[in-house]
């Protein structure tokens, strides 16, 4: 074919679609936030088992798939749930040891249903591993300078060590005015420019890490898949999933491409992959025939498509044709179940990360300052 066109999804409001649930047979999704969502399989089929590995963790998860074909299902719910438990079991550790208690702030602007939604169980996610959680909610008509107050304060205060500011915002605020705010030590959505920046440097470390992208990585670990020499395509090259994900793999010693919406032979080209990672918003785009047998799959697309046998009259699916991949890629997430879960999980991450951070940093300051003093043994036996 001589070339496909396709959109990429240039606001975070794509990406924050993102965290659903499904039930543990596989078969019938369950969109947590817009209700119940009734996907029936015309031929249900016996559960395959596969053992999740944590690099982290001599645990493992076993997630039990029902699939029509040889294909792995990648389970991000249950690896999201592993990851919940560690983050919980450290939160607790580092309460009992020192009296810190990681917090995020989550700022929302306006009256969006499914920003809301987004918020409450962002706060619930905190809630569930026993991260404090801080909430702003302004009206759509606020002032780009109320919000921009509500960062400073946030920044300036120690008992919050993320903060996150809910997308899309109205039409009449510079969401880059807004993200930059945010101090980059407190950047857990990872958008900071200076933390994308040394995302792209070799040599660097960013502070923070996109939430998604970082969780579409953490599959590829979690269940084995060696990164290292192979050929990756993304699709789509937003700020938000695309582009970090492609510096990612490039970070993994993966020979990297970008498939945009210029690109010509599209097809051609993404069927050259070991990896595929989807980021662009179109339902069932990806075909079997753009899959090189044995690929792995990290499909992020979320998209609703007509289903009259739906009560909300559609259902929801990727940017690859799920039927299809099942029948040629080595292993693929679900739509939903699969990166969804992840993204919270990775923000809690990297909330419970910059605590600890802040925490080093206040050792460092306090050794400095005492270690020529009298005082110094007592105080740092203290820590």
């Avoid at 029936?40 to 029902?66: E, G, N, Q």
């Avoid at 995302?199 to 939430?211: D, Q, S």
Wanted: charged residues 20%; aromatic residues 4%; contains cysteine.
């Amino acid at each position: 074919m001589a070339s496909m066109i396709f959109t990429d999804p240039s606001s975070a409001a794509a990406v924050h679609h993102l965290p659903f649930t499904r039930f543990s047979n596989g078969l019938n999704p369950l969109r947590r936030f817009v209700g119940p969502l009734h996907v029936f399989s015309p031929t249900p089929t016996l559960p395959r088992i596969l053992s999740v590995r944590s690099p982290r963790s001599s645990r493992f998860v076993i997630a039990s798939m029902a699939i029509e074909s040889s294909a792995k299902v990648i389970d991000g719910k249950a690896v999201a749930k592993q990851i919940r438990e560690e983050i919980s079991a450290k939160v607790l550790k580092l309460k009992e040891a020192i009296g810190v208690v990681p917090g995020l702030a989550v700022i929302l602007v306006g009256d969006r249903k499914d920003s809301a939604t987004y918020v409450r169980n962002k706060k619930k996610a905190c809630e569930s591993v026993g991260i404090n959680s801080f909430e702003v909610h302004l009206p759509d008509d606020a002032s780009e300078e109320e919000v921009l107050k509500f960062i400073s304060d946030y920044n300036g205060d120690p008992s919050v060590h993320g903060i996150l500011v809910q997308l899309p915002l109205p039409s009449h605020m510079n969401e880059q005015n807004i993200l930059n705010a945010v101090t980059i030590e407190k950047d857990v959505d990872g958008f900071h420019p200076l933390n994308i920046g040394r995302l792209a440097m070799r040599g660097r470390e960013p502070l923070f890490v996109p939430c998604t992208p970082k969780g579409c990585i953490e599959l590829l670990h979690r269940y084995g898949v060696d990164i290292k020499g192979k050929r990756a395509v993304v699709i789509g090259r937003s700020n938000i999933v695309g582009m970090p994900a492609a510096l990612l793999l490039q970070r993994e010693d993966a020979t990297v491409t970008i498939v945009h919406s210029r690109t010509k032979n599209p097809e051609e080209i993404t069927r050259q992959a070991d990896i595929i990672i989807s980021a662009v918003g179109q339902p069932n785009m990806v075909r079997g025939s753009w899959i090189k047998p044995g690929a792995v799959i990290i499909d992020v697309g979320i998209n609703p498509v007509e289903d009259a046998s739906s009560p909300r009259g559609y259902r929801l699916v990727g940017d690859v044709c799920y039927e299809e991949a099942c029948k040629i890629a080595e292993a693929v997430t679900p739509v939903p179940g699969g990166v969804g879960p992840m993204t919270i999980a990775m923000l809690l991450s990297n909330t419970l990360n910059s605590a600890k951070r802040a925490y080093n940093i206040k050792i460092e300051t306090l050794r400095n300052r005492v270690k020529d003093s009298d005082e110094a043994g007592s105080l740092l036996a203290l820590l």
